[in-house]
């Protein structure tokens, strides 16, 4: 389904809610009415009185209703204010015996639906009401949040479930408050049967070959744009393509071709918060090569008559798109004859954009300019500010000649100040890459790459690892990954953690995606192609509910390279 409003996701509250049983992970319950600034992390206590941050033990499974209509007692928790007791209030609203006088307080209803799940989903929660200013509800005995009127007498809300870490019952209490009266409880229960964590739901391959897939995103219904270059006997061309959540092609015509006339190559694609569509890839004239981004309605057409696009040999790797609608663009251009320096732009929906060249210069010789040569891969939206990440290539060593690549992070202000940068330390690897990143869940970022011990350049025997920052550039973790020879891509999963899309260690089957959690010694789920010849992911999203999408490439026995996208159940 296109969209042709805002997108939902962005203004809906988070409450994150842990279930009882070990391992499980937490889960989102969504209440229409509490405005997002950032997608992610979600509304926290901080962020207004609808909102709350939340953990809980224990749940009762026992629910239904009297043969009378009224709630049942069952002993589960009630809240009144921010206190909680085991017990059913005693207080059940007054009758009216004359004028201004209030009607009992009472819960007549609560649906759910629906109240069994197989996958990872939506659940929309429903209570009719008497005589109730407001309604609560909390998840397996978790803190309250506040649900949102609807019409007359009927309040809603929504649970995000993240599929296998969600596998059970789980208990629903719903309380209606007005002024100091509490209603009785009303319980009630949802069951999950979700599939295996990192299990295929989809895989579906372009009819246009041969072809290679670049980026990915998804929009709030799960809907996929891809962005792949297609290699035709008159050079590449560049071609967007819609599916629905079940991998179903949307667009008449299979996709849409952009940049007619040049060699193109795509570089990335993100929806809008408006379900429009921006596209950023590179085109070529005489072998020079410059950044076009393409802004397009929910249906693939362009919006204006031509695209923006940069100078020749300014070069264009990274793109994002915050829920204000301002648009980031980052790449690569020349600044010397033998050295690059980075690039970052910045076009804002209510002023004139800007755009600030960087350049890294080595901590001992912070004069010296020039001496390194920057290779932008990827920028995103953080918090209150800007990070481009990519690799610095020169003498890192001070009194060694020797060229070293080191994955670098820097981090601006909306006003293009620079405000920390670094470059990944020797120590850990001499060699190192940072090829895409994603927020985090604590304010900072997750960076995607490599590292290389061997001390020769360059360097081809990669290991993926996770990098988790701090703002302020500061690294407070590198992650190893499992079975990857380099991370391409990464996005931060609704669910709680990071997923990557890489390149695996042997070319059959190395179209691989991982969730990965700080700290954790394995991934939270694992999904590799069925063997080809060659496979790679290159791109990656996450749904508000955690699917995963993941695009890339195969090429297959008879030697047809096609584009691809897998959806793979999230944990």
């Known amino acids: ?49 609808e909102c709350f941050d939340t953990t809980s033990a224990g749940q009762n499974t026992e629910s239904g209703s009297t043969s009378d209509g009224t709630a049942p007692t069952t002993g589960i928790q009630t809240v009144t204010g921010a206190q909680v007791t085991s017990e059913p209030s005693t207080t059940t609203g007054t009758t009216s015996s004359g004028p201004g006088e209030l009607g009992p307080l009472t819960i007549t209803d609560m649906r759910l639906m629906p109240d069994e799940l197989k996958s990872a989903g939506i659940v929309t929660v429903e209570v009719d009401v008497e005589g109730a200013d407001a309604v609560s509800m909390s998840v397996d005995l978790g803190e309250p949040v506040a649900l949102v009127p609807m019409n007359a007498g ?77 290699s035709t006997p008159e050079g590449q ?9 079940d991998g179903e092609v949307v667009w008449l015509g299979d996709s849409r071709w952009i ?123 953080v918090e209150d500010r800007i990070v481009v990440v990519g690799d610095a290539v020169g003498p890192h060593e001070q009194g060694n000649p020797d060229i070293q690549t080191r994955g670098f992070a820097v981090e601006f202000s909306f ?58 550039a500061t690294q407070v973790e590198m992650q190893p990954t499992a079975n990857a020879k380099h991370l391409t891509d990464i996005a931060w999963s609704a669910a709680g953690y990071a997923v990557v899309a890489a390149q695996g260690l042997q070319n059959e089957d190395g179209f691989l995606v991982q969730g990965w959690s700080s700290g954790a010694a394995e ?11 060659l496979q790679v992911a290159t791109g990656i999203a996450a749904d508000q509910v955690g699917f995963i999408f993941a695009g890339g490439y195969f090429q297959e026995l008879d030697d047809t390279l096609a584009a691809g996208v897998a959806k793979v159940h999230p944990y």
């Open 154 to 230: 009927t309040f809603t809300g929504e649970i995000a479930v993240f599929g296998e870490s969600w596998n059970g019952t789980h208990d629903v209490v719903a309380i209606a408050t007005r002024d100091e009266e509490v209603s009785e409880p009303w319980p009630a229960t949802f069951t999950v049967a979700a599939s295996a964590a990192g299990g295929e739901a989809w895989l579906k391959k372009s009819s246009l070959v041969p072809s290679y897939g670049n980026a990915i995103d998804v929009d709030d219904q799960g809907g996929v744009v891809e962005l792949f270059t297609y």
């Open 1 to 49: 389904m296109l969209v042709d409003h805002a997108r939902v996701g962005r203004h809906l509250a988070t409450m994150r809610i842990a279930p009882v049983r070990p391992g499980l992970l937490a889960a989102i319950v969504l209440v229409a009415g509490c405005f997002e600034a950032t997608p992610w992390p979600p509304c926290t206590l901080e962020a207004g009185p």
């Open 237 to 245: 061309r560049c071609h967007l393509r819609r599916r629905d959540t």
């Open 259 to 381: 940049a007619h006339g040049f060699d193109c190559a795509g570089e990335d694609v993100k929806f809008a918060p408006d379900g429009t569509i921006w596209a950023l890839v590179n085109v070529y004239e005489n072998g020079f090569g410059r950044w076009q981004i393409w802004h397009l309605d929910d249906d693939g057409l362009p919006l204006g008559q031509t695209p923006e696009e940069g100078n020749l040999t300014h070069m264009g790797r990274g793109l994002d798109v915050n829920v204000a609608g301002d648009v980031l663009l980052c790449g690569t251009r020349p600044a010397t004859p033998g050295e690059d320096d980075a690039w970052v732009r910045l076009r804002r929906v209510d002023t004139e954009p800007w755009t600030q060249p960087w350049d890294y210069r080595a901590p001992y010789a912070l004069d010296k300019v020039h001496k390194f040569s920057e290779r932008t891969q990827d920028c995103a939206f």
């Open 415 to 472: 006003t293009a100040t620079v405000l920390a940068d670094v470059a990944n330390p020797a120590a850990l690897a001499w060699h190192s890459g940072n090829q895409a990143l994603a927020p985090g869940h604590a304010g900072g970022y997750v960076v995607a790459g490599d590292n290389c011990n061997a001390m020769v350049s360059p360097c081809n025997a990669t290991k993926g690892v996770l990098r988790w920052f701090s703002l302020g």
């Open 523 to 533: 991934p939270v789920l694992h999904y590799q192609g069925g063997p080809t010849k």
